[in-house]
C-alpha cells in the first residue's frame, strides 16, 4: 500500500509525545487527501492543534463545540452540496467524550439523516484533554480521577459503551472499527468511507500515553496489544454485513495489554480474569477465536 | 408585489423564500412550528432551491447553521423559548465566529413552569450574546425585518447574526393583510450572499472556531464590540436602501406623540399596536401621553431615546422579561444610558393579556410613583 508522503496536518502542534489522535488524524488525511474539510469537537485535537494564531491544519478545518460535530458536519455537507461541490470529502475526528456522551444525540441525527460525510471517534478511553476524567467509552477497570480505585472501588464498573454498534444500528452504510497501530487497515476503511454516498462511522482506538500511562515510545506497541489481545476488535459493517477485517493468529493473554498500563495497575488477578473473560466471550460473538 | 392575507409566521416563511437561503435547519417548536412547516412544504415544491435539514435539536439547528454559514451560504432557522435556551451556547458561538445567521424567534415564556405563551424573556435572556435583536410589531414588518437582517447580517463591516423577534401566538398567528414583494425587487435588494472573509474553502484553507488563549481573546470580543458599533450605521443604510425599493421606513425606534408628551410609555413588539391606541384614547382624556416603540433592541439606540424622551418628565418602560432583583431589561438599559426620570412595569409575562386598563394603571402610577419596578395585572 502506497503512503503518501505529504502531511496535512502540520508537524509543530502541541500534541504530547507519543500522541496517538494526531497519527490518527495524518493517516486518515493522507488517504482523503487536499480536497477535504474537517470538522472537530471541543476536545484534545481542537486544544493542541490550533492554539491561535498558529493551527496545523493544511485543509479548512472548523470546530464550534463539545457536542454539536455531528450537526456541525451535518450544515458543511448540506452547504456543500447546495454549491454542488459534491467531491468534497466531509470528515468529523471526535474524541469518545464528543462521540459517546455529550455528542451522541448531534452524532445520532447526522447519522439517522445519511449525510455524506465520515466521522471518525478518535477513542482514547477517556476525557484526555481535561486531566482523564471517565467517558461512556472508558473500559472496565480503568481507573480515572472520576471513576477511581480506592478501599471500595476497583475503577470504572461498568464494560465502555458499543459505539459501533449503535451506530449500524442507525442503517449507515459503513461502518468500521480500526486501530492506529494497523494503518494499512485504518487507511483501508477512510478510502472506503469516502467512496460511499452517504453516511460512514470509523471507531479508531488510540492508545494515550498520559491517560493510559506508559512510556511514549511504547504507543504503536500498545495499539497492538489491545488487538492482538482482543481487547479492541477490527472489523468492518458494509451495508449491514459485518466482516472481520484482521485476525490475530493467537490471541494474547489480556494481561500483556493490562499489565502494560498505569490506569488498570491496580486490579486484582481476580478482575484480570473477569475482564479476560468478558474479552474471550466477546472474540467468541466477534467471531475472532 | 402582491398583497396577500396571511399570519406573521407565513410571512416570515415568505420572506425566508425571497432571501433565498441555500440551507435550512430547523427544528420545530410551538408557536414557531408553522414557520418550520411552511419552509418544509416550500422545499418539498421546489420553491425553494436548497437544503433543509431536519435536525433532532434545536442545539443542532443552530449548530447546522453555522456550519454551513462558515461553508460560506446563506442559511436560515427558526426557533422559541426551550429551543432557544438549547440554543444558547451556539448563540454565542455564532456572533464570535462572525456567521451572518438569521434567525426568527418566535418569543415565548421559559420553564418552570412551563408555559406555550408570550413573553419576551426568552431572546432577552440572549442579549449579551453579540446577536442584532429586531423586534417586529406587525406581520409587515416581520416580513421586511427579515430581508433587512440579512443585508445588514452580510455587510463586512458587521457579520454579526440577527434576530427577528416575534411575539408568540399575539403575532405569530394573527391573519393579516401582507404585501409581498416581487422576487426582481428582492434580487435587487439582497443579491446572493458573496462571503469575502473566512469560510470553509478547499482552495484557500482556513481553520475556523480555534482555540484562544488571553493573549488574543479580549481582541476577538472587542471586534464583535466594534462589528455591534458599526451595525448601527449599516442598519441606517439599509434601512434607507429599503424604503426607496419597497416604500417601507423602518427606523430604530418608532416615536408616536412623543413631541409633547409628559409622559412617554416605551415598549418592544406586537403590544405597541395596543399602546398607540391607548395613548389616543388618554389624549382624549386629557393625558399628554406618548409612544416609544423600541424596534432594534441590539444595538441599543441610545441617542434615538434620548431624543424622543428629551421633552417628557417621565417614561414608564414595559417589559415582557424580568432579571429579578432589578427589573426589566429594557428599563436597566435606558437607565444606564439615558437621564431620564423613569418607572418600569413588568407585563405580560406568559402569556397574561395586556388590557388598556393595565395602561391606565401604568400612567397613574407613573404620574403618582410608589416604586421603581412594579408588576401590572398580578393576582395577589
Redesign the interface.
Known amino acids: 500500500m502506497e503512503i503518501p508522503e505529504e502531511e496535512l496536518l502540520a508537524p509543530g502542534h502541541r500534541g504530547c509525545a507519543g500522541c496517538g489522535a494526531t497519527i490518527g488524524v495524518r493517516l486518515a488525511l493522507k488517504t482523503l487527501g ?4 474537517a ?1 472537530s469537537a471541543t476536545g484534545c485535537l ?2 493542541i492543534t ?4 498558529e ?1 496545523a ?9 463539545f ?2 460535530a ?7 455537507e ?6 454542488g461541490k459534491t467531491d ?1 470529502n466531509v470528515v468529523a475526528f471526535v474524541g469518545d467524550g464528543g462521540t459517546a456522551d455529550i455528542g451522541m ?2 452524532l ?2 447526522a447519522m ?2 445519511d449525510h455524506n460525510l465520515i466521522y471518525i471517534c478518535y477513542d482514547n478511553e477517556a476525557y484526555m484533554n481535561t486531566g482523564v476524567q471517565r467517558s461512556g467509552s472508558t473500559p472496565y477497570g480503568a481507573s480515572t480521577t472520576t471513576s477511581p480505585n480506592g478501599k471500595v472501588s476497583f475503577g470504572e464498573d461498568k464494560p465502555k459503551k458499543n459505539m459501533p454498534l449503535i451506530m449500524a444500528a442507525h442503517g449507515v452504510p459503513y461502518v468500521a472499527t480500526a486501530s492506529i497501530s494497523y494503518p494499512e487497515d485504518f487507511m483501508k476503511k477512510v478510502k472506503k468511507a469516502s467512496e460511499i454516498d452517504g453516511a460512514s462511522y470509523i471507531h479508531l482506538n488510540q492508545p494515550c500515553t498520559t491517560g493510559w500511562g506508559y512510556d511514549p515510545s511504547k504507543t504503536i506497541e500498545l495499539g497492538r496489544l489491545a488487538v492482538e489481545t482482543g481487547s479492541w476488535a477490527l472489523y468492518e459493517i458494509v451495508n449491514g454485513e459485518f466482516k472481520v477485517t484482521y485476525k490475530p493468529q493467537i490471541r494474547k493473554p489480556v494481561t500483556d495489554y493490562l499489565n502494560a498500563q498505569r490506569r488498570f495497575k491496580h486490579l486484582s488477578d481476580q478482575q484480570k480474569e473477569k475482564i479476560q473473560e468478558f474479552v474471550d466471550k466477546q472474540c467468541v460473538e466477534l467471531g475472532i477465536g | 408585489m402582491t398583497k396577500k392575507v396571511m399570519t406573521t409566521n407565513s410571512a416570515v416563511a415568505e420572506a425566508v423564500k425571497l432571501a433565498k437561503p441555500q440551507v435550512i435547519p430547523v427544528y420545530p417548536i410551538t408557536p414557531q412550528t408553522s414557520i418550520s412547516e411552511k419552509l418544509a412544504e416550500f422545499v418539498a415544491n421546489g420553491e425553494i432551491d436548497g437544503e433543509y435539514i431536519k435536525v433532532e435539536s434545536e442545539h443542532s439547528a443552530l449548530s447546522a447553521a453555522l456550519g454551513a454559514s462558515g461553508t460560506g451560504v446563506r442559511v436560515f432557522t427558526a426557533t422559541s423559548s426551550q429551543g432557544l435556551m438549547l440554543m444558547h451556547e451556539i448563540v454565542f458561538a455564532s456572533a464570535g465566529m462572525r456567521a451572518p445567521i438569521v434567525m426568527a424567534n418566535a418569543n415565548r415564556s421559559i420553564s418552570a413552569p412551563l408555559s406555550i405563551w408570550n413573553d419576551q424573556q426568552d431572546s432577552i435572556a440572549q442579549r449579551d450574546s453579540g446577536w442584532i435583536q429586531i423586534y417586529a410589531e406587525d406581520g409587515q414588518e416581520a416580513l421586511d425585518s427579515i430581508l433587512t437582517a440579512y443585508k445588514i447580517s452580510e455587510n463586512p463591516k458587521v457579520l454579526l447574526p440577527s434576530m427577528v423577534c416575534l411575539d408568540g401566538f399575539i403575532l405569530t398567528h394573527t391573519v393579516e393583510p401582507v404585501d409581498i414583494p416581487s422576487n426582481e425587487e428582492v434580487d435587487r435588494f439582497l443579491p446572493k450572499y458573496v462571503p469575502k472573509h473566512a469560510f470553509l474553502d478547499t482552495d484557500n484553507p482556513m481553520s475556523l472556531g480555534t482555540f484562544t488563549d488571553p493573549n488574543y481573546y479580549m481582541e476577538a470580543r472587542y471586534q464583535v464590540q466594534e462589528a455591534m458599533e458599526n451595525s448601527v450605521e449599516v442598519i441606517e443604510e439599509t434601512n434607507k436602501e429599503f424604503a426607496e425599493i419597497f416604500g417601507r421606513k423602518y427606523g430604530f425606534v418608532e416615536e408616536y406623540k412623543c413631541e409633547d408628551a409628559e409622559i412617554v410609555i416605551v415598549a418592544m413588539g406586537s403590544v405597541c399596536s395596543t399602546l398607540r391606541v391607548c395613548v389616543d384614547d388618554l389624549r382624549e382624556r386629557g393625558e399628554k401621553v406618548g409612544l416609544l416603540k423600541v424596534r432594534v433592541y441590539r444595538p441599543f439606540p441610545v441617542e434615538d431615546i434620548k431624543k424622543a424622551v428629551a421633552n417628557a418628565d417621565k417614561i414608564a418602560v414595559l417589559d415582557k422579561n424580568i432579571s429579578f432583583g432589578v427589573g426589566g431589561a429594557l428599563f436597566n438599559d435606558i437607565k444606564a444610558k439615558v437621564d431620564v426620570e423613569a418607572y418600569n412595569f413588568i407585563i405580560g409575562l406568559g402569556g397574561r393579556d395586556i388590557t388598556p386598563t393595565h395602561i391606565d394603571e401604568i400612567v397613574e402610577k407613573t404620574k403618582n410613583p410608589v416604586n421603581d419596578v412594579t408588576w401590572i395585572g398580578l393576582k395577589r
Open positions: 487536499r480536497n477535504t474539510v470538522v481542537e486544544v490550533t492554539p491561535f494564531p493551527t491544519w493544511e485543509i479548512p478545518w472548523i470546530h464550534v463545540a457536542e454539536n455531528g450537526a456541525v458536519a451535518s450544515g458543511v448540506s452547504a456543500l452540496k447546495a454549491q468534497v444525540q448531534s445520532s441525527g439517522e439523516r
